[in-house]
């Protein structure tokens, strides 16, 4: 009799089962992947980190990064989101190396609340106020009445065309002396002016983007030069810009038989710009924010955004008692108020 065949009675059928160690690495293959797309605030501050260094690292590239370096405030304040969400994430060492590297850049920032080494005031107080009144504003009057109520003893306007001329034509008779308007720069002083020569008949070959005129305070003579670069709206006019502040270093040999020279204007620059940091340290001249804060003056439309391109820098022989900026009447910068004395040591 046949015996019927018996059935697979067994609790654990035969599978194919994987070859030792197939699967492994897949986990930890996943696991890397999320770590990586978890380190995105670190490769964002590196970013940043890598624009604002390299205006100083890479020179011959400047342009690549002169635009976003101008805007150092800013990209500071978003390395420090990426920080926060470094620390959040728990990935604490990331987020020290990146606070590590941004050390520089920020002490940088804050060295403007630090008040600068200055030499001894030997003179009265003088007032400049320096303004870009923009050609299409029409607030002439508020300007007028914003000149009567700080009462400088020096004023530069630029961006000062034939509308600005006619509008303020026998209006500033208390300011009897002049220079302008060339290159749509003005000076109206209540002080003589003694050198009244216009830069263009210096040197045709490095025109200046503006004015300058000396003048005297308690017998010390003074070196003003007002000045307007061009607005880097592209490649080519940030190059003619970088031209403009470099050619300015040949105008101030001029200037070196005076101890005397205050430089102010709308630079359309930071001083994280290379070619205007590379000014200031040729020249060693002293930006008069130091100590005041860091008075971003454009653009004022928009406060998220501002920067400090009005600036005033002074020699070693000038002293600043007080800077700031006023509220906004109109144009898109805001007026610069420098209130300035003079030692009486050094060359004369």
């Not at 606070?99 to 940088?108: E, G, I, K, V, Y």
Request: charged letters at 20%.
């Amino acid at each position: 009799m046949n015996q019927p065949v018996p059935e697979n009675t067994s609790e654990h059928p035969a599978e194919s089962t994987p070859a030792h160690g197939q699967n492994n690495g897949a986990p930890s293959s996943v696991s890397e992947s999320q770590k990586r797309r978890s380190q995105w605030p670190f490769w964002v501050a590196l970013l940043i980190v890598c624009i604002l260094f390299g205006n100083w690292l890479v020179p011959k590239i400047i342009i690549a990064f002169d635009w976003f370096a101008t805007f150092q405030l800013q990209l500071l304040a978003l390395a420090g989101v990426m920080v926060v969400l470094l620390f959040w994430r728990k990935q604490t060492k990331l987020g020290l190396l990146v606070l590590c590297l941004l050390a520089w850049p920020l002490a940088n920032l804050i060295s403007f609340y630090i008040p600068a080494e200055q030499p001894k005031a030997e003179t009265r107080s003088i007032r400049l106020m320096t303004f870009n009144v923009l050609y299409p504003s029409e607030r002439y009057q508020e300007t007028l009445d914003l000149i009567r109520e700080e009462d400088p003893d020096i004023v530069g306007l630029v961006e000062f065309d034939g509308h600005w001329k006619k509008a303020f034509a026998d209006k500033l008779t208390h300011y009897p002396y002049r220079v302008g308007p060339y290159r749509d720069c003005i000076i109206y002083s209540k002080l003589p002016l003694e050198q009244m020569t216009q830069a263009a008949e210096v040197s045709q070959a490095w025109p200046l983007p503006g004015i300058y005129a000396t003048f005297r305070v308690d017998d010390q003579p003074v070196y003003f030069m007002l000045v307007h670069t061009t607005s880097p709206k592209s490649v080519t006019d940030m190059a003619e810009r970088n031209a403009q502040i470099n050619g300015i270093q040949r105008y101030l040999g001029f200037a070196s038989a005076y101890w005397h020279v205050v430089l102010a204007g709308d630079f359309n620059a930071t001083t994280q710009s290379h070619a205007l940091q590379t000014l200031l340290d040729k020249t060693e001249f002293r930006d008069s924010r130091q100590g005041f804060g860091l008075q971003h003056s454009w653009p004022t439309w928009f406060w998220p955004i501002s920067i400090c391109i009005d600036h005033c820098f002074v020699s070693e022989g000038v002293v600043v008692e007080n800077r700031r900026t006023n509220p906004s009447i109109g144009s898109d910068h805001l007026p610069v108020i420098s209130d300035l004395s003079f030692s009486k040591h050094g060359r004369k």
